[in-house]
Protein backbone atom coordinates (compact mmCIF):
# COMPACT_ATOMS: atom_id res chain seq x y z
CA UNK A 1 0.00 0.00 0.00
CA UNK A 2 1.50 3.61 -0.63
CA UNK A 3 2.00 5.82 2.05
CA UNK A 4 -0.15 8.92 1.34
CA UNK A 5 1.97 11.91 0.91
CA UNK A 6 2.13 14.42 3.55
CA UNK A 7 -0.21 17.31 3.54
CA UNK A 8 1.72 20.28 1.53
CA UNK A 9 2.61 23.13 4.61
CA UNK A 10 2.06 25.80 1.83
CA UNK A 11 -1.31 25.29 2.62
CA UNK A 12 -0.82 26.88 6.17
CA UNK A 13 1.75 29.37 5.19
CA UNK A 14 1.23 33.28 4.10
CA UNK A 15 3.63 35.00 1.98
CA UNK A 16 4.39 38.33 2.16
CA UNK A 17 5.86 40.19 0.03
CA UNK A 18 8.48 43.63 1.20
CA UNK A 19 7.95 45.80 -1.86
CA UNK A 20 8.33 49.06 -1.00
CA UNK A 21 11.91 50.22 -1.87
CA UNK A 22 12.98 52.64 -4.27
CA UNK A 23 15.55 51.08 -5.84
CA UNK A 24 17.65 54.05 -6.09
CA UNK A 25 20.16 52.16 -8.23
CA UNK A 26 17.83 51.83 -11.35
CA UNK A 27 18.36 55.74 -11.31
CA UNK A 28 15.15 57.39 -14.03
CA UNK A 29 13.49 53.77 -14.02
CA UNK A 30 12.18 54.35 -10.79
CA UNK A 31 11.92 58.05 -10.86
CA UNK A 32 7.91 57.31 -10.88
CA UNK A 33 7.78 53.54 -9.73
CA UNK A 34 8.94 51.32 -6.76
CA UNK A 35 11.72 48.89 -8.24
CA UNK A 36 9.26 45.85 -8.13
CA UNK A 37 7.19 47.61 -10.62
CA UNK A 38 9.96 47.75 -12.97
CA UNK A 39 9.23 45.84 -16.28
CA UNK A 40 10.83 42.36 -16.93
CA UNK A 41 11.02 40.12 -20.15
CA UNK A 42 8.93 41.62 -22.37
CA UNK A 43 5.70 41.31 -20.38
CA UNK A 44 5.99 41.01 -16.21
CA UNK A 45 7.21 43.23 -13.85
CA UNK A 46 10.20 42.13 -10.88
CA UNK A 47 7.09 41.61 -8.37
CA UNK A 48 5.82 38.99 -10.42
CA UNK A 49 8.65 36.69 -9.92
CA UNK A 50 8.35 36.48 -6.03
CA UNK A 51 4.27 36.32 -6.21
CA UNK A 52 4.34 33.18 -9.12
CA UNK A 53 6.53 31.06 -7.01
CA UNK A 54 4.06 31.79 -4.08
CA UNK A 55 1.58 30.38 -6.08
CA UNK A 56 3.21 27.78 -7.83
CA UNK A 57 4.66 27.01 -4.90
CA UNK A 58 1.32 26.43 -3.29
CA UNK A 59 0.51 29.41 -1.26
CA UNK A 60 -2.64 30.94 -1.34
CA UNK A 61 -2.66 33.55 1.24
CA UNK A 62 -0.30 36.60 -0.26
CA UNK A 63 0.61 40.17 1.41
CA UNK A 64 1.81 42.77 0.03
CA UNK A 65 3.49 45.89 1.89
CA UNK A 66 4.16 48.80 -0.16
CA UNK A 67 5.67 52.50 0.07
CA UNK A 68 7.53 54.32 -2.13
CA UNK A 69 5.84 55.14 -5.45
CA UNK A 70 3.19 52.95 -5.26
CA UNK A 71 0.49 53.52 -7.72
CA UNK A 72 2.08 51.98 -11.09
CA UNK A 73 2.32 48.54 -8.45
CA UNK A 74 -1.07 49.02 -6.97
CA UNK A 75 -2.33 49.27 -10.05
CA UNK A 76 -0.73 46.33 -11.41
CA UNK A 77 -1.49 43.77 -8.63
CA UNK A 78 -5.41 44.69 -8.66
CA UNK A 79 -5.07 44.26 -12.68
CA UNK A 80 -2.80 40.66 -12.57
CA UNK A 81 -3.24 39.36 -9.44
CA UNK A 82 -7.61 40.14 -8.64
CA UNK A 83 -8.35 35.80 -9.20
CA UNK A 84 -7.97 34.99 -5.57
CA UNK A 85 -11.15 33.78 -4.37
CA UNK A 86 -11.96 34.14 -0.33
CA UNK A 87 -14.32 31.05 -0.22
CA UNK A 88 -11.66 29.17 -0.95
CA UNK A 89 -9.57 30.24 1.89
CA UNK A 90 -7.66 32.57 -0.62
CA UNK A 91 -6.60 36.15 -0.20
CA UNK A 92 -4.34 38.81 -1.72
CA UNK A 93 -3.77 41.97 0.91
CA UNK A 94 -2.21 44.76 -0.66
CA UNK A 95 -0.66 46.67 1.93
CA UNK A 96 0.69 50.39 1.38
CA UNK A 97 2.42 52.52 3.92
CA UNK A 98 1.06 55.10 6.82
CA UNK A 99 -2.83 54.01 6.45
CA UNK A 100 -2.42 51.29 9.65
CA UNK A 101 -1.16 52.34 13.04
CA UNK A 102 -1.11 56.26 11.90
CA UNK A 103 -1.94 58.14 9.03
CA UNK A 104 1.63 59.78 9.69
CA UNK A 105 3.64 56.55 10.14
CA UNK A 106 5.60 55.46 7.45
CA UNK A 107 7.32 51.64 7.48
CA UNK A 108 10.26 52.14 9.33
CA UNK A 109 12.26 49.20 7.91
CA UNK A 110 11.13 46.10 6.74
CA UNK A 111 10.50 44.22 9.82
CA UNK A 112 8.23 47.13 10.46
CA UNK A 113 6.76 46.27 7.65
CA UNK A 114 5.18 43.42 8.78
CA UNK A 115 4.95 44.12 12.68
CA UNK A 116 2.39 47.40 11.77
CA UNK A 117 -0.21 44.81 9.59
CA UNK A 118 -0.13 41.60 12.42
CA UNK A 119 -3.90 42.37 12.97
CA UNK A 120 -4.38 41.14 9.09
CA UNK A 121 -2.00 38.90 8.83
CA UNK A 122 -3.56 37.21 12.00
CA UNK A 123 -6.84 37.21 10.90
CA UNK A 124 -5.82 34.78 7.98
CA UNK A 125 -4.34 32.45 10.79
CA UNK A 126 -2.02 30.96 8.73
CA UNK A 127 1.18 28.63 10.55
CA UNK A 128 4.00 29.71 9.10
CA UNK A 129 4.92 33.09 7.38
CA UNK A 130 7.08 33.33 4.41
CA UNK A 131 8.43 36.61 4.16
CA UNK A 132 10.36 37.47 0.48
CA UNK A 133 11.83 40.27 -1.34
CA UNK A 134 9.70 41.41 -4.26
CA UNK A 135 12.79 43.00 -6.14
CA UNK A 136 14.90 39.71 -7.23
CA UNK A 137 14.32 37.25 -10.51
CA UNK A 138 14.43 33.96 -9.45
CA UNK A 139 12.44 30.57 -9.22
CA UNK A 140 12.06 29.17 -6.23
CA UNK A 141 9.62 26.32 -4.46
CA UNK A 142 9.13 27.60 -1.19
CA UNK A 143 7.49 24.74 -0.11
CA UNK A 144 11.38 22.52 -0.13
CA UNK A 145 12.25 25.54 2.25
CA UNK A 146 8.66 25.16 4.44
CA UNK A 147 9.80 21.34 4.98
CA UNK A 148 13.53 22.12 6.09
CA UNK A 149 12.41 24.24 8.16
CA UNK A 150 10.34 22.40 10.12
CA UNK A 151 12.12 19.54 9.92
CA UNK A 152 14.90 20.68 11.22
CA UNK A 153 13.20 22.42 14.37
CA UNK A 154 14.13 26.11 13.64
CA UNK A 155 12.96 29.45 15.02
CA UNK A 156 13.60 31.13 11.19
CA UNK A 157 14.89 29.36 8.27
CA UNK A 158 16.81 32.20 5.54
CA UNK A 159 17.07 31.25 2.26
CA UNK A 160 20.98 31.39 1.20
CA UNK A 161 22.86 31.52 -2.24
CA UNK A 162 26.16 30.39 -2.67
CA UNK A 163 28.85 32.73 -3.96
CA UNK A 164 32.28 33.55 -4.17
CA UNK A 165 33.69 35.11 -1.06
CA UNK A 166 34.79 37.80 -3.24
CA UNK A 167 31.04 38.73 -4.32
CA UNK A 168 30.04 38.11 -0.75
CA UNK A 169 30.80 41.85 0.64
CA UNK A 170 28.02 43.59 -0.67
CA UNK A 171 25.14 40.35 1.14
CA UNK A 172 24.28 39.45 4.47
CA UNK A 173 26.41 36.45 4.78
CA UNK A 174 26.02 33.27 7.01
CA UNK A 175 28.35 31.72 9.19
CA UNK A 176 26.97 28.29 9.23
CA UNK A 177 28.19 25.01 11.12
CA UNK A 178 28.25 21.36 9.25
CA UNK A 179 24.84 21.31 9.29
CA UNK A 180 23.69 24.75 7.99
CA UNK A 181 23.06 26.06 11.19
CA UNK A 182 24.01 29.89 11.43
CA UNK A 183 26.38 30.48 14.06
CA UNK A 184 26.52 34.27 12.88
CA UNK A 185 24.95 37.04 10.59
CA UNK A 186 27.47 39.63 9.39
CA UNK A 187 25.96 42.56 7.41
CA UNK A 188 27.53 43.18 4.20
CA UNK A 189 31.38 42.01 6.16
CA UNK A 190 34.38 43.25 4.28
CA UNK A 191 36.10 39.32 5.22
CA UNK A 192 33.04 37.21 4.64
CA UNK A 193 33.64 33.73 5.97
CA UNK A 194 33.86 30.47 3.95
CA UNK A 195 31.30 27.76 4.03
CA UNK A 196 32.70 24.88 5.85
CA UNK A 197 34.40 22.14 3.58
CA UNK A 198 34.27 24.95 0.51
CA UNK A 199 36.40 28.01 2.16
CA UNK A 200 36.14 29.85 -1.53
CA UNK A 201 32.53 30.44 -1.19
CA UNK A 202 30.12 32.28 1.26
CA UNK A 203 26.50 31.63 1.98
CA UNK A 204 24.34 35.02 1.07
CA UNK A 205 21.52 35.86 2.39
CA UNK A 206 18.56 35.65 -0.40
CA UNK A 207 16.04 38.13 1.93
CA UNK A 208 13.36 35.03 1.90
CA UNK A 209 12.55 34.04 5.80
CA UNK A 210 10.33 31.05 7.21
CA UNK A 211 8.86 31.43 10.75
CA UNK A 212 5.96 29.92 12.92
CA UNK A 213 3.48 33.15 12.59
CA UNK A 214 3.58 33.38 16.41
CA UNK A 215 7.40 33.25 16.77
CA UNK A 216 7.89 35.92 14.28
CA UNK A 217 5.07 38.13 15.99
CA UNK A 218 6.42 38.03 19.65
CA UNK A 219 10.04 38.92 17.75
CA UNK A 220 8.62 41.42 16.10
CA UNK A 221 6.92 43.26 19.60
CA UNK A 222 10.23 42.53 20.80
CA UNK A 223 11.64 44.35 18.11
CA UNK A 224 9.48 47.22 17.88
CA UNK A 225 10.14 47.86 21.87
CA UNK A 226 13.72 48.35 21.49
CA UNK A 227 14.79 52.02 20.91
CA UNK A 228 17.69 51.12 19.03
CA UNK A 229 16.69 49.11 16.45
CA UNK A 230 16.29 49.85 12.93
CA UNK A 231 13.35 47.59 12.50
CA UNK A 232 15.35 45.22 9.74
CA UNK A 233 14.69 41.89 9.53
CA UNK A 234 18.74 41.73 8.35
CA UNK A 235 19.94 44.08 10.48
CA UNK A 236 17.76 43.18 13.56
CA UNK A 237 15.60 40.36 14.03
CA UNK A 238 17.82 37.99 12.66
CA UNK A 239 20.99 38.31 14.06
CA UNK A 240 18.78 38.22 17.41
CA UNK A 241 17.46 35.26 16.97
CA UNK A 242 20.98 33.80 15.87
CA UNK A 243 22.30 35.09 18.86
CA UNK A 244 19.14 33.89 20.85
CA UNK A 245 17.78 30.65 19.39
CA UNK A 246 18.26 28.49 16.54
CA UNK A 247 18.43 30.18 12.68
CA UNK A 248 19.27 27.37 9.66
CA UNK A 249 20.28 28.39 6.48
CA UNK A 250 18.80 26.83 3.42
CA UNK A 251 20.38 26.56 0.00
CA UNK A 252 18.53 27.71 -3.16
CA UNK A 253 20.22 24.61 -4.52
CA UNK A 254 18.04 22.56 -2.67
CA UNK A 255 14.68 24.49 -3.73
CA UNK A 256 15.36 26.51 -7.50
CA UNK A 257 13.22 25.36 -9.89
CA UNK A 258 14.81 25.00 -13.49
CA UNK A 259 13.66 23.37 -16.77
CA UNK A 260 14.98 20.68 -18.46
CA UNK A 261 16.91 23.04 -20.39
CA UNK A 262 18.71 25.63 -17.69
CA UNK A 263 21.99 24.62 -16.55
CA UNK A 264 22.53 26.84 -13.67
CA UNK A 265 20.46 27.83 -10.15
CA UNK A 266 19.07 31.23 -11.51
CA UNK A 267 18.60 34.38 -9.71
CA UNK A 268 19.08 37.81 -10.24
CA UNK A 269 19.16 41.06 -8.02
CA UNK A 270 18.34 43.46 -10.96
CA UNK A 271 19.57 46.32 -8.94
CA UNK A 272 21.55 48.60 -11.01
CA UNK A 273 21.37 49.45 -15.22
CA UNK A 274 23.98 47.04 -15.78
CA UNK A 275 22.55 44.38 -14.05
CA UNK A 276 18.46 45.14 -15.24
CA UNK A 277 20.08 44.95 -18.84
CA UNK A 278 21.62 41.70 -18.72
CA UNK A 279 19.29 39.71 -17.26
CA UNK A 280 16.57 41.44 -19.81
CA UNK A 281 19.03 40.10 -22.61
CA UNK A 282 19.90 36.62 -21.10
CA UNK A 283 16.56 35.83 -21.99
CA UNK A 284 16.90 36.38 -25.68
CA UNK A 285 20.01 33.49 -25.79
CA UNK A 286 19.05 30.03 -27.85
CA UNK A 287 19.09 27.89 -24.57
CA UNK A 288 19.05 31.81 -21.93
CA UNK A 289 19.72 30.91 -18.31
CA UNK A 290 15.69 31.49 -17.13
CA UNK A 291 13.09 29.80 -19.03
CA UNK A 292 10.22 32.05 -19.39
CA UNK A 293 8.41 30.00 -21.67
CA UNK A 294 8.10 26.64 -18.91
CA UNK A 295 4.59 25.64 -18.76
CA UNK A 296 5.66 23.65 -15.44
CA UNK A 297 6.44 26.93 -13.52
CA UNK A 298 4.64 29.83 -15.22
CA UNK A 299 5.44 33.58 -14.37
CA UNK A 300 1.66 35.16 -14.05
CA UNK A 301 1.24 38.78 -15.08
CA UNK A 302 -1.67 40.89 -17.02
CA UNK A 303 -3.23 39.46 -19.53
CA UNK A 304 -2.98 41.83 -21.70
CA UNK A 305 -5.69 42.43 -24.65
CA UNK A 306 -4.17 43.15 -27.77
CA UNK A 307 -3.54 42.56 -31.36
CA UNK A 308 -0.65 40.24 -32.22
CA UNK A 309 3.06 41.17 -32.99
CA UNK A 310 3.03 42.54 -37.15
CA UNK A 311 6.10 42.63 -39.28
CA UNK A 312 5.66 44.61 -42.38
CA UNK A 313 7.75 45.58 -45.69
CA UNK A 314 9.64 42.97 -47.18
CA UNK A 315 12.36 44.78 -49.64
CA UNK A 316 15.77 45.22 -49.36
CA UNK A 317 16.93 47.22 -46.78
CA UNK A 318 13.47 47.69 -45.44
CA UNK A 319 12.04 44.49 -44.31
CA UNK A 320 10.53 43.98 -40.77
CA UNK A 321 12.41 41.39 -39.26
CA UNK A 322 13.75 40.12 -35.49
CA UNK A 323 16.71 38.10 -34.30
CA UNK A 324 17.16 36.62 -31.08
CA UNK A 325 14.78 38.81 -29.66
CA UNK A 326 11.12 39.08 -27.89
CA UNK A 327 8.94 40.74 -29.46
CA UNK A 328 5.58 41.30 -27.09
CA UNK A 329 1.85 42.08 -27.98
CA UNK A 330 1.10 44.89 -30.08
CA UNK A 331 4.50 45.69 -31.41
CA UNK A 332 5.23 46.47 -35.23
CA UNK A 333 8.22 46.13 -36.53
CA UNK A 334 7.79 48.04 -40.25
CA UNK A 335 10.69 47.91 -42.60
CA UNK A 336 13.19 47.74 -39.76
CA UNK A 337 15.38 45.23 -37.52
CA UNK A 338 15.36 44.58 -34.24
CA UNK A 339 18.67 42.13 -32.56
CA UNK A 340 19.07 40.79 -29.41
CA UNK A 341 16.59 42.83 -28.36
CA UNK A 342 13.28 42.99 -26.23
CA UNK A 343 10.28 44.83 -27.35
CA UNK A 344 8.09 45.20 -24.57
CA UNK A 345 3.79 45.60 -25.74
CA UNK A 346 2.91 48.34 -27.48
CA UNK A 347 6.69 48.99 -29.07
CA UNK A 348 6.41 50.73 -32.41
CA UNK A 349 9.21 50.67 -34.94
CA UNK A 350 9.49 52.92 -38.18
CA UNK A 351 10.82 51.76 -41.53
CA UNK A 352 14.87 51.80 -41.58
CA UNK A 353 15.51 51.95 -38.16
CA UNK A 354 17.69 49.80 -36.05
CA UNK A 355 17.86 48.40 -32.63
CA UNK A 356 20.99 45.96 -31.22
CA UNK A 357 20.70 44.53 -27.64
CA UNK A 358 18.10 47.06 -26.35
CA UNK A 359 15.25 46.95 -24.15
CA UNK A 360 12.42 48.74 -25.00
CA UNK A 361 9.89 49.11 -22.18
CA UNK A 362 5.76 49.51 -23.29
CA UNK A 363 4.63 51.86 -25.90
CA UNK A 364 7.77 53.20 -27.52
CA UNK A 365 8.09 54.82 -30.71
CA UNK A 366 11.53 54.27 -32.66
CA UNK A 367 11.62 56.72 -35.42
CA UNK A 368 12.89 56.12 -39.01
CA UNK A 369 16.39 55.51 -39.45
CA UNK A 370 17.14 55.44 -36.10
CA UNK A 371 20.04 53.32 -35.01
CA UNK A 372 20.38 52.34 -31.48
CA UNK A 373 22.76 49.78 -29.49
CA UNK A 374 22.77 48.99 -25.91
CA UNK A 375 20.00 50.64 -25.18
CA UNK A 376 16.78 50.73 -22.42
CA UNK A 377 14.09 52.83 -22.89
CA UNK A 378 11.86 53.49 -20.41
CA UNK A 379 8.14 53.77 -21.56
CA UNK A 380 6.01 55.91 -23.61
CA UNK A 381 9.56 57.40 -25.28
CA UNK A 382 9.55 58.82 -28.85
CA UNK A 383 12.87 58.23 -30.16
CA UNK A 384 13.12 60.71 -32.46
CA UNK A 385 14.05 60.23 -36.31
CA UNK A 386 17.33 59.71 -37.19
CA UNK A 387 18.64 59.66 -33.68
CA UNK A 388 21.88 57.67 -33.14
CA UNK A 389 22.67 55.86 -29.81
CA UNK A 390 25.48 53.54 -29.26
CA UNK A 391 28.34 54.83 -31.81
CA UNK A 392 29.26 58.03 -29.68
CA UNK A 393 30.43 57.36 -26.07
CA UNK A 394 31.03 60.52 -25.05
CA UNK A 395 28.20 62.17 -26.83
CA UNK A 396 25.60 59.45 -25.39
CA UNK A 397 26.92 60.45 -21.78
CA UNK A 398 26.20 63.78 -22.53
CA UNK A 399 22.60 63.51 -23.39
CA UNK A 400 21.83 60.35 -21.90
CA UNK A 401 22.50 58.24 -18.45
CA UNK A 402 25.75 56.30 -19.67
CA UNK A 403 26.80 53.10 -17.45
CA UNK A 404 30.68 51.76 -16.81
CA UNK A 405 29.34 49.10 -19.15
CA UNK A 406 27.91 51.45 -22.38
CA UNK A 407 24.62 50.66 -21.46
CA UNK A 408 22.50 54.15 -22.24
CA UNK A 409 18.95 54.78 -19.99
CA UNK A 410 16.44 57.02 -22.49
CA UNK A 411 13.47 58.71 -21.03
CA UNK A 412 11.02 61.01 -21.58
CA UNK A 413 12.40 64.40 -20.10
CA UNK A 414 16.16 63.29 -21.82
CA UNK A 415 14.87 63.12 -25.41
CA UNK A 416 12.44 66.12 -24.57
CA UNK A 417 16.05 68.08 -23.60
CA UNK A 418 17.37 67.10 -27.22
CA UNK A 419 14.18 68.76 -28.97
CA UNK A 420 14.33 72.14 -27.14
Not at 110 to 115: L, N
Not at 224 to 251: E, L, N
Amino acid sequence: MKTPSPQPLARDAMAYVLAGGRGSRLKELTDNRAKPAVYFGGMSRIIDFALSNAINSGIRRIGVATQYKAHSLIRHMNRAWNFMRPERNESFDILPASQRISEYMWYEGTADAVFQNIDIIAAHAPRYMVILAGDHIYKMDYEVMLREHVESGADVTVGCLTVPRADATAFGVMHVDENDFITSFLEKPDDPPGIPGDPEHALASMGIYVFETEFLFDQLRRDAADPDSKRDFGGDIIPYIVGHGKAKAHRFTASCIRAAEEIEEYWRDVGTVDAYFEANLDLTDTVPKLDMYDRDWPIWTDTVVAAPAKFVHDQDGRRGQAISSLISQDCIVSGSLARRSLLFTGVKMGSWSEVNEAVILPYCNIGRNARLSRVVIDSGVRIPEGLVVGEDPELDAVRFRRTEKGVCLITKAMIDRLEL
